[in-house]
């Protein structure tokens, strides 16, 4: 770094200076692991001893892992996007319950999400929930993106619900689905270097809403935009500011169609011309509530019977299991 051939290039040095705190990282984080085996060392409380135990090869399991990540993007926080497909009221309830589970999920890594857009449905006083058409919510680490990105991304799919449906009077079994988006927090820098024409873009301009319906304002501070060659969309209603919420939307659009270039290979968004569908295509994975418990991954064949546990956050043994294989 004391090199001054070094600061001739921005770019080179901005990397050089992100390589360098993530190689301190993982230095700290290995001093942190030897202070907790000397801990356990020093202990003379089995039970004392066994948490700590517990709780380093925990983390070194995460290590190795992380060590997987390969990813541009990987290391990033991570933007959620979850959408009600076929299925009516019950899949806007199933889309709650996504959201529910992955918020979960975050809590339990100490990581944080904020919601960034939410489209509601009616109140339905039979299950207590607020229905969700679909949602957007960022996670991330105080801090740093700490592979939250690299983490989620296999998340990314239709999740496919069975269930005696709580809207249905004869007590019907019913299917419902949901498409799962998950993409990585764009660096400022990076976005900025993707020109969208405005001829190419529609911005819509609503009020932001709470539960039931509820204003939260009475000005139309809420924004959508569409990219009109791909019919692709974001909006944000996080922010008070319409300014803000404008700049927030078009940062999100701009992530959709980096990872859509991405997928396709090309490199100019001029490129992108084709109107662009949702892939629902197969699930990815099955949550099976009646007349069995279930929840199977179809990628992975990993499965579980504990479903309240999966609904409740805990979805490292399909993460990881995903993330082993590739």
Not at 219 to 228: F, I, P, Q
Not at 283 to 290: D, E, W
Not at 294 to 308: C, I, N, P, S
């Amino acid at each position: 770094m004391a090199d001054p051939d070094l600061w001739k290039n921005r770019e080179i040095a901005d990397q050089k200076i992100k390589e360098l705190g993530e190689l301190n990282d993982l230095v700290k984080k290995f001093i942190e692991i030897e202070t907790e085996l000397k801990r356990a060392e020093m202990s003379i409380d089995e039970n004392s001893t066994s948490v700590i135990l517990k709780k380093v090869k925990n983390e070194l399991r995460q290590l190795e892992i992380q060590q997987l990540f390969t990813g541009k993007y990987d290391r990033q926080s991570a933007i959620v996007s979850i959408s009600a497909g076929a299925g009516g009221q019950d899949a806007e309830d199933w889309t709650r319950m996504l959201y529910e589970m992955y918020s979960k999920f975050a809590e339990k890594r100490s990581w944080k999400s904020k919601i960034i857009h939410e489209s509601l449905g009616g109140f339905q006083s039979k299950t207590g929930r607020h229905p969700v058409k679909d949602v957007a919510f960022e996670v991330s680490v105080k801090g740093g993106g700490d592979y939250v990105y690299g983490y989620l991304k296999s998340e990314s799919g239709v999740h496919r619900l069975v269930r005696i449906s709580p809207f249905s009077a004869e007590k019907k079994r019913h299917t419902s689905f949901a498409l799962v988006e998950i993409l990585p927090q764009i660096e400022n820098l990076e976005s900025g270097n993707l020109k969208i024409p405005e001829e190419n873009l529609k911005f819509e301009f609503f009020r932001s809403s709470g539960p039931g319906g509820q204003n939260v304002n009475k000005v139309e501070t809420a924004v959508r935009v569409h990219h009109l060659p791909t019919g692709i969309s974001a909006a944000s209603q996080v922010e008070r500011s319409q300014s803000r919420n404008r700049e927030i939307a078009l940062n999100l659009l701009k992530a959709k169609l980096i990872k859509l270039m991405e997928k396709n290979k090309i490199s100019e968004i001029e490129k992108l011309k084709v109107k662009v569908k949702p892939e629902w295509g197969s699930q990815i994975r099955s949550y099976v509530l009646n007349p069995y418990q279930l929840v199977k991954d179809h990628r992975t064949g990993v499965e579980t019977a504990q479903v309240d546990k999966v609904l409740d956050g805990e979805l490292d043994l399909f993460i990881e299991s995903d993330i082993i294989k590739k």
